[in-house]
């Protein structure tokens, strides 16, 4: 099953509406997340000759790059520039790298050339600070912007309560306004210390898709999509210029069903 809403929140007029896809489960969710992360890769392709995407980490952002390697359409590797919403700061080969994590999954297995793939510094070198590496990441960013414009599509995942990248509620990540990329310090979720993208750089993002599953995001999901504060629910502030679209399992969409009927 697949359902489609279009949900309309008070972040402003120069964003369009919420669109929410909600699927069976969290296998059929993935395959419709990869079928859009192709999409949007290659429409961009198509137009402008490149791409970039934001990935990140955890279950679903994993999942949905393991089936974009099975299925990956007519992606041109070679024009793809990739990036990434957050990092942990940990040593280059630990396990809680989203940059390993998304190479095992699909990078390591697909064309792409090395010059264009931009991973967020670890603990163990160049950067000897989070800040330090926040900083370095910032100014990659910016080259993206300056050089090819907005990012094609932002990919996130949300936790329970609401935090998407290592943006959480009522943190000075969140509530950044300038800086595009920026350390973080004490995050309730380990490890503790971590480098993230923050809002000012997703919404320079012509598509943004959340990918989320679970009955226990599922108040998080119902809060966002309908209008709740970035401070209180981060991922109501994720909002693409072009498209800002969720692509959610039953059980994360069970409040929103609710308030349905």
Same mark, same amino acid.
């Given at each position: 099953?697949?359902?489609?809403?279009?949900?309309?929140?008070?972040?402003?007029?120069?964003?369009?509406?919420?669109?929410?896809?909600?699927?069976?489960?969290?296998?059929?969710?993935?395959?419709?997340?990869?079928?859009? *992360?192709?999409?949007?890769?290659?429409? %961009?392709? @198509?137009?402008? /000759? !490149?791409?970039?995407?934001?990935?990140? /980490?955890?279950?679903?952002?994993? &999942?949905?790059?393991?089936?974009? &390697?099975?299925?990956?359409?007519?992606?041109?590797?070679?024009?793809?520039?990739?990036?990434? /919403?957050?990092?942990? *700061?940990?040593?280059?080969?630990? #396990?809680?790298?989203?940059?390993?994590?998304? &190479?095992?999954?699909?990078?390591?297995?697909?064309?792409?050339?090395? %010059? !264009?793939?931009?991973?967020?510094?670890?603990?163990?070198?160049?950067?000897?600070?989070?800040?330090? @590496?926040?900083?370095?990441? %910032?100014?990659?960013? !910016?080259?993206?912007?300056?050089?090819? +414009?907005? *990012?094609? $599509?932002?990919?996130?995942?949300? +936790?329970?309560?609401?935090?998407?990248?290592?943006?959480?509620?009522?943190?000075?990540?969140?509530?950044?306004?300038?800086?595009?990329?920026?350390?973080?310090?004490?995050?309730? #979720?380990?490890?503790?210390?971590?480098?993230?993208?923050? $809002?000012? @750089?997703?919404?320079?993002?012509?598509?943004?898709?959340?990918?989320?599953? /679970?009955?226990? #995001?599922?108040?998080?999901?119902?809060?966002?999509?309908?209008?709740?504060?970035?401070?209180?629910?981060?991922? %109501?502030?994720?909002?693409?210029?072009?498209?800002?679209?969720?692509?959610?399992?039953?059980? @994360?969409?069970?409040?929103?069903?609710?308030?349905?009927?």
């Amino acid at each position: 099953m697949s359902d489609h809403i279009d949900v309309h929140d008070d972040l402003g007029a120069e964003f369009p509406a919420n669109t929410i896809e909600i699927h069976d489960d969290a296998e059929f969710l993935a395959d419709a997340a990869a079928e859009r *992360f192709v999409d949007v890769i290659v429409s %961009a392709q @198509a137009e402008r /000759g !490149h791409a970039s995407v934001s990935l990140t /980490g955890g279950s679903d952002g994993i &999942r949905l790059l393991q089936r974009v &390697r099975q299925t990956p359409g007519d992606i041109d590797w070679s024009t793809l520039y990739v990036y990434w /919403g957050d990092e942990r *700061f940990v040593p280059a080969g630990d #396990k809680d790298r989203n940059e390993l994590q998304a &190479r095992e999954a699909l990078l390591d297995f697909v064309p792409l050339n090395p %010059a !264009h793939v931009f991973p967020i510094g670890p603990s163990d070198g160049p950067y000897s600070t989070p800040e330090e @590496a926040a900083a370095a990441y %910032a100014q990659v960013v !910016h080259t993206e912007l300056d050089e090819r +414009g907005e *990012f094609d $599509l932002t990919v996130l995942g949300m +936790g329970p309560e609401g935090h998407i990248d290592s943006l959480f509620p009522h943190s000075p990540a969140v509530q950044e306004t300038t800086d595009y990329v920026v350390a973080v310090h004490n995050c309730p #979720k380990p490890p503790p210390t971590r480098v993230t993208m923050t $809002l000012p @750089a997703i919404h320079r993002s012509r598509h943004v898709m959340l990918v989320v599953s /679970g009955e226990g #995001k599922a108040a998080a999901v119902a809060a966002a999509v309908n209008g709740a504060s970035p401070d209180d629910i981060p991922s %109501a502030g994720a909002v693409g210029i072009e498209s800002t679209t969720w692509v959610i399992d039953e059980p @994360a969409a069970s409040d929103l069903l609710l308030d349905d009927e």
